[in-house]
């Protein structure tokens, strides 16, 4: 059974005061052929056997330092043939070991899953031998080594009294094979992903790391549930739904989600979800159709496959383009929803109708405490990143509650969740959540939407007009206002032209002052946003170039951390529209002003090329 969420909360405050204390989650892109990426002594030296845990041989395998492992937002992401240079992948984990106090791993409990993308069987071997080697004294891994991202902090936050941690293997919404991405991050002991203060510290130790502590054990079958033990480590390998899907009981009421699926009055599935081929597909049926009563033609995509299906496991409008093809279609369902590689990400939609992430974090935050069971006595507070709408901003202050503006990054919420600061938080990139685990949740925002649609349709007759996903999104429109937003991706561009462009940028606000005049627009302010963070002192600089008018519209120019190559550059565009005659019109038309002074201010085409953007959100 979960512990009582009280309990939890008060682990949470011990765990402010033990912020070495690091829980780890990787994320990584998988190679051709098994072992390519085996562990192998640098210059020629032979490995040496040094003291050894009991029972397993421990070899002292000599390396050098690889340039290039500093981690994004998101964690380490790099092409495949990056991760397959020798050493590569062992020498991060082993500088991840190497920076962490012995007693936050020594004998301890730690997690690992990924997203099923290709790589990630031949880097779970890696990564068990070298624990064991360091070491640690149990390995929990998802069968086949499946276990989404929101499971594995929901795993480590169920078994806090033991687990010391998490590895996620992933590259999140990146394309997997071959020919593309892999990627590793870390997280805390109460599942969140650890700070900069700590992935600092583990790209300093890449930059001097001279041997890998590698366990001298047999590659373990993923396949099977059961324990294997070699001496006093051990490795267990368990169903990566279980512990997640229980924990989504507790969250919400299955019973009213159950009777909205199962009612005859809808259009034909009124319900699809598109799982991308990625690691959802292996919660998709067990949650929406075996215990919610989905049709199980209701979902696309649903078996992982190393490569998406050739996809781009990205939940947009551009690549789930399966999904939005039937929800706009002359019969489209009443409610659509998409998940991303790892499990975090989400898109919500409507029959013929998209609920922009500003938008959805904003109408689950206003019907949380009457929707959703977890939350009956009201969240403690709501945050958003930097260049998330101000959608949200407006709940919070009609409900009276804290708010929170951070930086681009999960991270920045784990401490004011920790805190009992922070209940439902989102960030403009399809990331939702709350403070049930320590990570964005795609699914747990599936299940929200839904239980809203329910709620206001709960009384409703056989018959009756049903509240639609447009209807609910409308009605918060009139009572708080539109945020009209938009976000340009230009991706993989040539990172030189970039970086000139946000240089650029940064200059010409360092000279800017309140009340210049940008066309018909003026200017409240412009920084390079900073944040202090409220619960632990520590400060995040330069996290992204923001022009503030006068009416509210915002410009925000950001680099993105979570690729592998290149840069993405990204703009944000946003403007608060009251009036309720105007709050359906089209983005883009609404936008195109404030759009068109981006793309001048910035002389983004000069920088990078660019004449257009790859995605437009």
Known sequence: MWQSLDFLESLDKEKLALRSRIFISLHLTQTSHAHSLSIKASSSSSSTAIADPEGIKVNSVPTKPIEGQKTGTSGLRKKVKVFKQENYLANWIQALFNSLPP??????????????????????????????????????????????????????????????????????????????????KFNYSSGQPAPESITDKIYGNTLSISEIKMADIPDVDLSSLGVTNFGNFSVEVVDPVSDYLELMENVFDFPLIRSLLSRSDFRYKLFVFDAMHAVTGAYAKPIFVEKLGAKPDSILNGVPLEDFGHG??????????????????????DFGAASDGDGDRNMILGKGFFVTPSDSVAIIAANAQEAIPYFKSGPKGLARSMPTSGALDRVAEKLKL????????????GNLMDARKLSVCGEESFGTGSDHIREKDGIWAVLAWLSIVAHRNKDKKPGEKLISVSDVVKAHWATYGRNFFSR???EECESEGANKMIGYLRDLVSKSKAGDKY?????????????????????????????????????????SGTGSAGATVRIYIEQFEPDVSKHEMDAQSALKPLIDLALSVSKLRDFTGREKPTVIT
């Open 103 to 184: 007693e936050d791993y020594k004998n301890g409990h730690l997690v690992l899953g990924g997203d099923g993308r290709y790589f990630n069987k031949e880097a779970a071997q890696i990564i068990i031998k070298i624990a064991a080697g360091n070491g640690v004294g149990k390995i929990m891994v998802g069968r086949d080594g499946i276990m989404s991202t929101p499971a594995v902090s929901a795993v480590i936050r169920k078994q806090k009294a033991i687990a010391n941690g998490g590895f996620i293997m992933s590259a999140s919404h990146n394309p997997g094979g071959p020919e593309y991405d892999w990627g590793i």
């Open 312 to 333: 781009h496991p990205d939940p947009n409008l551009t690549y789930a383009r399966d999904l939005v093809a039937i929800m706009y279609g002359e019969n489209g369902p």
């Open 402 to 413: 804290p708010f929170f503006e951070v930086p681009t990054g999960w991270k920045f919420f």
């Open 488 to 490: 340009y991706d230009y």
């Open 519 to 559: 066309g018909n627009y003026v200017l409240q302010f412009a920084d390079d946003f900073a944040y202090t963070d409220p619960v632990d002192g520590s400060v995040a600089s330069k996290q992204g170039v923001r022009f503030v008018f006068t009416d509210g519209s915002r410009i925000i120019f950001r680099l």
